[in-house]
RNA sequence: CGGGGCGUAGCUCAGCCUGGUUAGAGUGCCUGCUUUGGGAGCAGGAAGUCGGAGGUUCGAAUCCUCUCGCCCCGACCA
């Protein structure tokens, strides 16, 4: 590994090394003993606890409740809706027996006990539309009780052949939001508000530039009507589904038959909507802002905003350096995420480079000459900026620089984002741009599924949205087979 | 499932080809002293089923067979 005393691989070198590098150094995740599951470390933890108490406020604030809904799912719930199984039978973890017993001659210390077989397998939930519906068909009834709007935040099992941390794991972290409506009207409304709600957390938390778009039949969620996403845009040119919103029609209603009657008195099929987030958002985070220092979070995510370096060599200097910071902390207790790293066993410069690797958006370094002149000295992550700042109006000044560096990392990704997209007029031009660039490529498309399929086999990229804003012109011809283009298409290789 | 790589101290790895003292280094860890504005220094210390099983041998981390696991690249992937 060429990684160096930092521990991360540059990312003109190797990006894959450097992502997995990135994670580790920042202290996230850890292998664990399970096969494709990660163990998320404190700090990796303490992200997605920023993103689930953001995303959980726009959650209630659109007026859904959350509840939880058991982790095993009856085997046979999964066949009701043909599409929906076939989406997810490869990849489903089975439970089959419900006890264990000591082993015998020859034999493990415990073995399955042959007599505790269940009458059904469980399934472990990949997620949760058919055991939720199994019960909504029961909550609802008439009209009235529409539209139920439900949120859970869970973990999901996908047993998944190959597993990337925080991309794609086994195992992982989400919310899944499972709506009811009384019309498709209202269903249609539901998947485009949480869509926008994706995109707001996306662009406004995370800094990360999404398009929004719909799905090709190709890449739809097994079972639904059709699929919004928001796509974004890695740094390696790839791009990444960062979360998806369903409109599912009436297909699990008549599966499960959430049925309700309706204003006329006749028996009818609620529309239903299903939309998700997962732990993979960590990772779009990563590839979306990060350099070869390693981390940078954007201030809105970060668990910490502003961390504190004392600096001092008598025990005098100590006392009042770390007076001056715990000082600093109150005044800014509820305003800003601060923390002060006082701990003795390390000099600063190792401090420096470990919440440098950690994504901390502001370093402040105080010491006895600075409280001397009244100054602090500040370190920029994102620009790698270092200079005084005046310890009067600190507080704002922090404030209004942690607003900055939010608007500068959403910027510099939104450039880069439209640096690396094209727009392709052929075939051998879209060819051409994805061997050289990769990135995103705009194109006219008929959405034939042969030549989609013929485009993955032969490119690898995939159509990643039908962008809800693109406007197609009039007449325009598919640039792959000169049929009639029947929307405008964003191709990339994806994640 | 195919191709490649790897399992030796918490971590990164050397040692294996060519079997032979008490299995090593760096880093981390513990103790003490000195230090502290970009990864501190010195001294002392603890730390290992050499992935597992079987075999060959007087003797195996090293050779042979089997096996388990991990990583990377593919295939696969709401």
């Known amino acids: 590994m060429a990684a160096g005393k930092s521990g991360i691989t540059p990312r003109s070198e190797d990006y894959s090394s450097w992502y997995n590098d990135v994670i580790k150094q920042a202290g996230l995740s850890d292998h664990s003993p399970v096969r494709g599951c990660m163990v998320i ?26 509840a939880y809904f058991p982790l095993f799912i009856p085997m046979s719930f999964l066949t009701r809706e043909a599409e929906h199984v076939e989406g997810f039978a490869k990849e489903c973890a089975v439970v089959t027996h419900h006890r264990l017993k000591a082993g015998g001659e020859g034999e493990a210390a415990v073995v399955v006990d042959p007599a505790a077989e269940l009458e059904e397998p469980l399934i472990v939930r990949p997620t949760s539309e058919t055991i939720m519906y199994s019960v909504f068909a029961d909550w609802i009834e008439s009209w009235r009780d529409l539209p ?198 390390f000099r600063p410069g190792h401090k420096f480079f470990e919440w440098e690797k950690k994504g901390v958006p502001i370093r402040l370094e105080l010491g006895p000459r600075d409280l001397k002149e009244n100054k602090v000295v500040l370190a920029r992550r994102d620009t790698g900026e270092k200079s005084p700042v005046s310890r009067d109006g600190l507080l704002e000044h922090l404030v209004g620089l942690l607003g900055e560096i939010q608007a500068n990392l959403f910027q510099r990704a939104l ?67 000169g049929a009639e283009a029947k929307s405008d298409a964003l191709f990339a290789i994806a994640y």
């Not at 689930?52 to 007026?63: E, F, N, P, R, Y």
């Open 41 to 66: 470390k404190p700090y990796g933890y303490a992200i997605w606890e920023r993103v689930q108490s953001v995303l959980d406020g726009m959650i209630k604030a659109t007026g859904h409740q959350n």
């Open 148 to 345: 139920l709007l439900i949120n859970q935040w869970a973990n999901v099992v996908r047993w998944e052949m190959r597993t990337r941390p925080f991309l794609r794991t086994a195992e992982f972290l989400w919310q899944e939001g499972h709506t009811a409506h009384e019309t498709l009207e209202e269903a249609e409304a539901e998947v485009r508000k949480m869509l926008d709600v994706y995109a707001t957390l996306a662009e406004d938390y995370m800094a990360m530039p999404v398009i929004k778009g719909r799905k090709t039949e190709a890449e739809r969620f097994a079972g639904a009507l059709h699929t919004y996403c928001i796509e974004a845009l890695m740094q390696d040119g790839k791009a990444l589904q960062a979360g998806t919103s369903h409109n599912l029609g009436q297909n699990f209603a008549k599966a499960f038959n959430v049925s309700f009657t309706g204003r006329e008195g006749k028996v009818e099929y609620a529309w239903q909507t299903s939309w998700g987030v997962s732990t993979r958002l960590i990772g779009a985070l990563i590839m979306t802002h990060s350099d070869d220092n390693g981390l940078v979070l954007p201030p809105k995510l970060a668990p910490i905003e502003v961390v504190v370096i004392p600096i001092y060599k008598s025990d005098e200097d100590r006392d009042l350096v770390l007076g001056a910071s715990a000082e600093l902390a109150r005044a800014c207790e509820g305003k800003i995420r601060l923390h002060i790293d006082d701990r003795d066993q």
């Open 415 to 481: 450039e880069f984002r439209e640096q690396s997209t094209r727009r392709a007029s052929n075939y051998d031009e879209f060819k051409q741009i994805l061997k050289e660039h990769r990135g995103l490529v705009q194109a006219h498309f008929s959405l034939d599924p042969e030549w989609e399929e013929r485009i993955k086999n032969e490119t690898k990229a995939t159509v990643r949205c039908l962008p809800i804003d693109a406007e197609l012109p009039a007449g325009a011809q598919c640039i792959f087979s």
